[in-house]
């Protein structure tokens, strides 16, 4: 009898730290930001590793990297206790690996292996912009590995053609200032806000990478909404050019079950240093649901599988 029920605990936990959002620690190296280097089948990436707990990772927006422009909002998840991991995209901050023919799904693999080598193997995926692109391909290639997501200025289905043009002229750090400056405002930032803090942070051969992924991927559609069973948190700044006010309602209809958008005020395609707080308020409370419904629907499983074996236990040794 001592035997069995040492065997049950056995099994309740490995269940529990195998299917759970992982509660993970990790040594790093220091630098400006706590790092790690992770390698995959193709690249190098330097991971900024920061905090303890369940494991949120953040994917950068089009030829930019992961530092700054969110720093306010890791340091607010970390002090809410979960570990925010930061992979750097190939060619940014001492990323490496090819930089041609490079698939989204390979750029979604550099990101299953940092969620397997630093989060135990399952992690909420925050993407932002382009950044939304690779958490949509991530769940639908790994859902195992990712059960939610949040996408922070996902743009639209339908993208006006003048707008679509703005990063690579935003982005070409070889143009005059003031003509990125111009394109910086009108697609970036929100009426007020300034866009000079954007003039840096901007990788041309990271930018041209990601946008040959992105048109040999072809359509999006058919992965609007990640895999079938992907939560789903779209937030939407309400001066985006990217995603027109009729596009605004589109993720949450498409998925009524499992999608919940938000809109956020005074705020455009940048995001994240326009309007951090804001962004925290409403990403919080998902992750939150995110990981108690986790929780939830594992110990259910635990629970069945306890049920199973007692009954069989009663019936061989009665």
Not at 112 to 137: N, P, S
Not at 228 to 237: F, Y
Not at 304 to 313: A, G, Q, S, Y
Request: overall charge negative.
């Amino acid at each position: 009898m001592l035997y069995f029920y040492r065997f049950l605990l056995l099994t309740a936990t490995f269940a529990l730290s195998a299917n759970a959002l992982a509660n993970f620690t990790q040594p790093t190296e220091s630098y400006k930001w706590p790092s790690q280097y992770v390698r995959t089948d193709q690249a190098n990436l330097r991971v900024f590793v920061q905090g303890n707990g369940p494991a949120v990772v953040l994917i950068p927006s089009y030829g930019r990297d992961g530092g700054d422009d969110y720093n306010y909002f890791t340091n607010v998840l970390v002090d809410a206790g979960y570990l925010v991991l930061r992979p750097q995209p190939r060619g940014v901050l001492g990323s490496t690996g090819p930089m041609t023919n490079a698939s989204l799904y390979d750029l979604a693999a550099d990101i299953a292996q940092v969620i397997d080598t630093l989060a135990g193997g399952r992690a909420i995926v925050i993407g932002h912009a382009f950044g939304t692109f690779m958490a949509k391909v991530c769940s639908v290639l790994y859902p195992e590995k990712i059960p939610a997501i949040v996408v922070a200025a996902p743009g639209g289905v339908t993208i006006p053609a003048n707008i679509a043009s703005m990063p690579f002229i935003a982005g070409n750090t070889s143009l005059p200032l003031s003509q990125r400056l111009s394109a910086l405002q009108t697609a970036f930032f929100a009426p007020g806000h300034d866009p000079h803090i954007w003039l840096d942070g901007w990788y041309p051969e990271t930018l041209a990478m990601e946008r040959a992924a992105i048109e040999a991927y072809g359509s999006l559609v058919p992965h609007w909404g990640g895999a079938n069973t992907t939560q789903i948190l779209e937030i939407i700044p309400d001066a985006d050019p990217f995603q027109p006010e009729d596009e605004w309602n589109i993720t949450s209809t498409w998925y009524s079950d499992r999608a919940t958008s938000i809109v956020i005020n005074d705020a455009s395609h940048a995001l994240f240093p326009e309007q951090g707080q804001a962004v925290v308020n409403a990403v919080l409370p998902f992750l939150k649901l995110q990981i108690a419904t986790s929780y939830y629907s594992l110990g259910k499983v635990v629970i069945e599988w306890l049920i199973v074996f007692c009954t069989l236990f009663v019936y061989l040794f009665p």
